[in-house]
């Protein structure tokens, strides 16, 4: 899921950087644009599960995610296990 993730936000950035695209390929970095945003969301919350927490949790590290982040790697929270 990490690589996908990868491949989606590079097309993007590529895409971006191109003077003019032709509407083949921003629809390819609109699409990997929506991917890779599906994707994140899916990681965020699975990091929440795995921690513990619930889908709430999963938000704010959608929203706020490198404050969440903190909060995890400091508090005590413990990991529980892959969910």
């Known amino acids: 899921m990490g690589v996908v993730y ?3 936000v590079g ?8 003077q003019e695209p032709s509407s083949t390929l921003a629809a ?3 699409v ?9 969301i899916m990681q965020s919350i699975k990091l929440a599960k795995s ?5 709430g949790y999963g938000i ?7 404050l969440a982040r903190v909060i ?3 508090g005590d ?5 892959q969910y």
């Open 6 to 8: 990868l491949i989606c």
């Open 60 to 66: 704010f590290l959608i929203i706020l995610g490198p």
């Open 28 to 30: 390819v970095a609109g």
């Open 51 to 55: 921690f513990g927490k619930g889908v």
């Open 72 to 74: 995890l790697g400091l």
């Open 32 to 40: 990997a644009g929506l991917v890779g945003t599906v994707l994140h």
């Open 11 to 18: 097309v993007t950035s590529y895409v971006n950087g191109v």
């Open 77 to 81: 929270s413990e990991y529980i296990g």
